[in-house]
């Protein structure tokens, strides 16, 4: 991935000051966008170029070796045939997104290029890599860093390739980010917890829930939060929430601490102090 960073507001011109040759969505949606327009296909989808491209990403961006890609595209071809297929591909991307230089290739390696294209994956773990580095925040997240993750989540549309089924490379990807993120997240949530800035939290918590609506840790953050306030309904619901998405996509029910909780949440009437 890149070492610059670009938040949301950043996004519309690179280092240079010029605009993006393209602006590219994979979380949550596959989308390009060129000369500020999203890539509209008038006759047959490219399905081999955007799969290398969605290759490229899944596997960092930068000097991708082209076995590597070969391996993941053109699995059964052989050595000579799948050479030929990478390198019809590459041309035929370029061409797609009008611009040469955003795929550059040389010395058995491939590379979306960082100085003409926008990536929102590489945006978002370069938010996360500022978060993570950031000294200040060994304890306890700092001002700016509660920033930074607030601009992460507003990124995060939804898991990386989502709806790609062909992209079985993509989900350890999906998963890392989802996991980093995540955590940032409920640190946020806690932190607005500390100075009592409850809707704060609430929202940080919420955001969790979207990206992984099985995370029982912050079921329970939101659920005690929703207990202090006095709005018992939402305590329940929250539960209902998670109970439904632990049923629908692992199978199994919600722990004996999480039922514990609600048991005790539910049984008495909050009187705060």
Request: with cysteine.
């Amino acid at each position: 991935m890149p070492k610059w960073i670009l938040e949301p507001g950043d996004a519309l011109n690179n280092e240079a000051g010029l605009p993006w040759a393209a602006k590219i969505f994979t979380l949550g949606r596959f989308e390009i966008v060129k000369d500020d327009q999203p890539l509209r296909f008038s006759g047959k989808i490219q399905r081999r170029p955007l799969a290398l491209l969605k290759a490229l990403i899944a596997f960092g961006g930068q000097h991708v070796s082209e076995e590597k890609l070969i391996d993941a595209l053109w699995p059964q071809a052989d050595a000579a045939a799948a050479r030929f297929s990478l390198t019809s591909a590459i041309y035929r991307l370029r061409r797609l997104l009008g611009h040469d230089e955003v795929i550059a290739r040389g010395e058995g390696r491939v590379s979306v290029s960082s100085e003409h294209a926008w990536v929102d994956l590489w945006a978002l773990e370069a938010l996360l890599d500022r978060i993570e580095e950031n000294p200040l925040d060994k304890n306890s997240l700092s001002e700016q860093s509660l920033l930074w993750v607030k601009r992460a989540a507003d990124l995060y549309r939804g898991p990386f390739l989502s709806a790609e089924q062909d992209c079985r490379w993509a989900m350890p990807v999906a998963e890392r980010l989802r996991r980093r993120l995540l955590r940032q997240v409920v640190r946020a949530g806690r932190r607005c917890e500390e100075v009592e800035e409850w809707e704060g939290a609430i929202g940080y918590y919420e955001k969790g829930f979207v990206i992984d609506p099985c995370a029982e840790d912050v079921c329970r953050c939101l659920m005690n939060i929703y207990y202090r306030l006095g709005r018992r309904a939402e305590v329940v619901a929250v539960y209902d929430e998670c109970r439904h998405a632990l049923l629908g996509r692992l199978g199994i029910a919600p722990s004996t601490e999480t039922e514990a909780l609600l048991k005790q949440l539910t049984a008495t009437e909050f009187r705060p102090a």
